[in-house]
């Protein structure tokens, strides 16, 4: 069994469009590191995953509401989805709570200003409440106090970090020191999309265990076209991990924040709608 938890969902002309056009393509990198070609192949690319955590593809000029309406359309009927929503300035909390089928927000810098969280205060607590998931980065010191903070004024929000807390360089030393932070916490976990050094894997399982790691592709953040699921789990493979430290990463630990997270809206068993 496989559950991607880290799988970007866009549509190919209006990437193409932006990534074309942007005033912030030569800004930020996320400009570069998506090929609208492969946005092309999704379907197919999803063929490979038992279920799949679903964020919106985004970028500078994207309008938050619009990209969570846009998901929530295009997953509604796809059963092996797990919707996560973006963050929202000033939110309508009713709003985002109608919307929520999983407690499980993404918050990103090149969206959202660590420096002023004011204005997402009120999510955060829906989140504490809830004992729901924050998936977010850790790409600087910065970015790191912030988790810190989190962690300190909502103690009941659980954190992922995504890319086993990496910089944008992929710097070992900085990864390293990262899961080193971070580890202790029981209520952060972490998930290896990006990462392409089985050195690093193996860390992050020697330090965090098995049971808060989990497996993402981060796809379509890959400019070669074709590139399928069996290319993203090679890093992994070639950690040597023991069977079961693979069916956690692989599925159970999804598995279990799927159950965590579940808002019962509509009364259904997560393991009734997993199966389905």
């Not at 971070?182 to 976990?189: A, F």
């Not at 953040?221 to 399928?228: C, D, L, V, Y």
């Not at 630990?253 to 159950?259: G, T, Y």
Request: hydrophobic share 30%.
């Amino acid at each position: 069994m496989l559950i991607d938890s880290h799988i970007h969902i866009g549509r190919k002309h209006e990437c193409e469009k932006t990534i074309k056009n942007s005033k912030y393509k030569d800004i930020y990198k996320i400009y570069s590191c998506i090929n609208p070609k492969t946005i092309r192949d999704t379907d197919i690319f999803l063929r490979d995953v038992d279920n799949f955590f679903a964020i919106p593809l985004f970028f500078c000029e994207t309008n938050i509401e619009k990209a969570n309406d846009d998901l929530i359309k295009r997953v509604e009927n796809n059963p092996k989805a797990i919707p996560i929503l973006l963050m929202c300035k000033n939110q309508n909390l009713n709003n985002l709570i109608f919307l929520l089928n999983y407690n499980i927000l993404k918050e990103h810098f090149t969206l959202h200003n660590p420096k002023d969280i004011s204005n997402r205060n009120e999510t955060y607590d829906y989140l504490n409440s809830q004992e729901g998931f924050l998936l977010l980065h850790t790409l600087s010191n910065s970015t790191y106090q912030h988790v810190m903070h989190l962690r300190k004024e909502y103690p009941k929000m659980k954190i992922i970090v995504a890319h086993l807390g990496r910089n944008g360089s992929c710097d070992y030393d900085f990864t390293t020191d990262m899961i080193d932070k971070l580890y202790s916490d029981e209520n952060i976990y972490t998930d290896i999309s990006t990462i392409r050094n089985p050195d690093l894997i193996r860390y992050a399982f020697k330090k965090f265990g098995s049971s808060r790691i989990l497996y993402g592709s981060d796809f379509p953040f890959e400019k070669n076209p074709g590139i399928r699921e069996k290319d993203y789990i090679q890093p992994a493979i070639k950690a040597n991990l023991k069977d079961d430290e693979y069916d956690n990463l692989f599925f159970r630990n999804a598995e279990e924040i799927i159950r965590l997270t579940k808002t019962r809206k509509e009364g259904n068993d997560v393991k009734d709608e997993m199966e389905r």
